[in-house]
């Protein structure tokens, strides 16, 4: 599962705070709830191994992303049941009867938030700012999304496909590049590195019904190449958008 302690979300909305308000791991229930029973143990075992197995065969995940998963699988078969449990209970207490409980807000994602400063890309608007807070219609996408391409493109080709650079600007990307051939393969293909080198992506994006997140159900690649088009395209002109920085 990818985790991460800091990452970016985009609020789609009027009210920023009110979205993000249900996430909140802060928020106390007044009785603990059950996360997980006991006597489930065998069951919930037998499904994280098939919930794995139905990622590692889906075909959206990297070679390298497979050999991860399938890590985890066999680490989960060759536990008991009632180990399984415990780790996976490792979080929430445990009550009389054994099972997992808590009185934290399950739905939460976030222990603190603020405005985007710190790590996070800003808007940059059709007026030339750099903003945190945006409406779609006034943020200029075209240099926010697939921006240099060409830039990125070029680097691969030199440092990955051997050619040789010509002009000056190639032979300093060149310079500055020739010896990360390691960093190069960690996306595999081509696409992918110029995808996640200009997408305009965020690990997590909420609204008023929903809050969605990068996790172990999808490659990385996958969402960073379809985060823009999924998540920010359909969406009205009008639409308040707001970059966050949230501490898990």
Same mark, same amino acid.
């Given at each position: 599962?990818?985790?991460?302690?800091?990452?970016?979300?985009? /609020?789609?909305?009027? #009210?920023?705070?009110?979205?993000?308000?249900? !996430?909140?791991?802060?928020? +106390?229930?007044?009785? &603990?709830? %059950?996360?997980?029973?006991?006597?489930?143990?065998?069951?919930?075992?037998?499904?994280?191994?098939?919930?794995?197995?139905?990622?590692?065969?889906?075909?959206?995940?990297?070679?390298?992303?497979?050999?991860?998963?399938?890590?985890?699988?066999?680490?989960?078969?060759?536990?008991?049941?009632?180990?399984?449990?415990?780790?996976?209970?490792?979080?929430?207490?445990?009550?009389?009867?054994?099972?997992? /409980?808590?009185?934290? #807000?399950?739905?939460?994602?976030?222990?603190? !938030?603020?405005?985007?400063? +710190?790590?996070?890309? &800003?808007? %940059?608007?059709?007026?030339?700012?750099?903003?945190?807070?945006?409406?779609?219609?006034?943020?200029?996408?075209?240099?926010?999304?697939?921006?240099?391409?060409?830039?990125?493109?070029?680097?691969?080709?030199?440092?990955?496909?051997?050619?040789?650079?010509?002009?000056?600007?190639?032979?300093?990307?060149?310079?500055?590049?020739?010896?990360?051939?390691?960093?190069?393969?960690?996306?595999?293909?081509?696409?992918?590195?110029?995808?996640?080198?200009?997408?305009?992506?965020? !690990?997590?994006?909420?609204?008023?019904?929903?809050?969605?997140?990068?996790?172990?159900?999808?490659?990385?690649?996958?969402?960073?190449?379809?985060?823009?088009?999924?998540?920010?395209?359909?969406?009205?002109?009008?639409?308040?958008?707001?970059?966050?920085?949230?501490?898990?």
């Amino acid at each position: 599962m990818i985790e991460r302690n800091f990452f970016e979300t985009i /609020v789609a909305g009027e #009210n920023p705070a009110s979205i993000m308000q249900p !996430y909140n791991k802060n928020i +106390l229930l007044e009785k &603990p709830v %059950i996360v997980y029973k006991f006597e489930d143990a065998e069951f919930l075992k037998a499904k994280h191994i098939e919930f794995y197995n139905g990622l590692i065969y889906s075909g959206n995940f990297t070679d390298d992303e497979v050999e991860n998963l399938k890590e985890t699988r066999d680490e989960i078969m060759h536990v008991s049941a009632e180990d399984f449990f415990y780790d996976l209970a490792g979080e929430y207490d445990i009550d009389d009867d054994g099972n997992a /409980v808590t009185n934290k #807000n399950l739905n939460g994602k976030y222990s603190f !938030y603020q405005n985007g400063k +710190l790590f996070s890309v &800003p808007f %940059i608007t059709l007026d030339g700012r750099e903003v945190f807070q945006a409406r779609k219609k006034d943020v200029d996408w075209a240099k926010m999304h697939l921006n240099g391409k060409k830039v990125y493109e070029n680097a691969w080709d030199m440092v990955m496909g051997k050619k040789q650079p010509k002009t000056d600007e190639e032979k300093i990307i060149y310079e500055n590049m020739r010896n990360r051939v390691e960093y190069f393969r960690l996306f595999e293909t081509k696409d992918n590195y110029v995808m996640q080198s200009t997408a305009f992506w965020a !690990y997590a994006f909420v609204d008023e019904n929903k809050w969605t997140e990068l996790d172990e159900t999808t490659s990385q690649f996958e969402w960073v190449k379809n985060f823009y088009d999924r998540f920010i395209k359909p969406l009205d002109d009008n639409t308040l958008l707001t970059i966050l920085e949230c501490k898990k």
